[in-house]
T-cell receptor
Framework: DVKVTQSSRYLVKRTGEKVFLECVQD?????MFWYRQDPGLGLRLIYF???????EKGDIPEGYSVSREKKERFSLILESASTNQTSMYLC???????????????FGPGTRLTVL | ELKVEQNPLFLSMQEGKNYTIYCNYS?????LYWYRQDPGKSLESLFV?????AVKQEGRLMASLDTKARLSTLHITAAVHDLSATYFC?????????????FGKGTLLTVNP
């Protein structure tokens, strides 16, 4: 089974703090994603990465950055946390689209971040 | 820009009844995914639909895809309480950044005894 783990289930930070959310997958997937989930808005893509050191902006990248130094690990960074970044953050991974593959994404358990 | 609309967003149904959740999307795509999310938990993959006319069934849930109509349905047969959850459809972008999935806002299903 694919396993995607996230470093924390719950996190409380103060406004202005630098926050690191980490995601690790054990299935050698090349694609990794960070989403935020808010009530009434569904899942929105923040950033994704299709290879080590490669990243691409999603739909709502402002206020976030990412790092992918190793294939299995994808970090989301909030440079200066703000209250409007209070949300559930979900990491996912998938195989690359080649030939007969498809983009089924496997999700981690989520990190509920509260910024005070 | 790909847009994905689910309806209804809230669905309260009695055990034993049937109902359908609809997922419409705005641009051409051949691939659609259904996920389930239990309260406080993450998303779990339910169905992968890869072509026009695809139909998948698991227990009381059946999903289908009509790419010409840009429509997928998730049909619930004889609902039971255990099916209470939020259901998301997600559509694969067919061009450009085709790594991406665009999600609907989700349908919160509550099955009452």
């Amino acid at each position: 089974d694919v396993k995607v783990t996230q470093s924390s289930r719950y996190l409380v930070k103060r406004t202005g703090e630098k926050v690191f959310l980490e995601c690790v997958q054990d299935m050698d997937h090349e694609n990794m994603f960070w989403y935020r989930q808010d009530p009434g808005l569904g899942l929105r893509l923040i950033y994704f990465s299709y290879d080590v050191k490669m990243k691409e902006k999603g739909d709502i990248p402002e206020g976030y950055s990412v790092s992918r130094e190793k294939k299995e690990r994808f970090s989301l960074i909030l440079e200066s946390a703000s209250t409007n970044q209070t949300s559930m953050y979900l990491c996912a991974s998938s195989l690359p689209l080649t030939g007969f593959s498809y983009n089924e994404q496997f999700f981690g358990p989520g990190t509920r971040l509260t910024v005070l | 820009e790909l847009k994905v609309e689910q309806n209804p967003l809230f669905l309260s149904m009695q055990e034993g009844k049937n109902y359908t959740i609809y997922c419409n999307y705005s641009t051409t795509s051949d691939r659609l995914y259904w996920y389930r999310q239990d309260p406080g938990k993450s998303l779990e993959s339910l169905f992968v639909l890869l072509s026009n006319g695809a139909v998948k069934q698991e227990g009381r849930l059946m999903a289908s895809l009509d790419t010409k109509a840009r429509l997928s349905t998730l049909h619930i047969t004889a609902a039971v309480h255990d099916l209470s959850a939020t259901y998301f459809c997600a559509v694969e972008n067919s061009g450009g950044s085709n790594y991406k999935l665009t999600f609907g806002k989700g349908t919160l299903l509550t099955v009452n005894p």
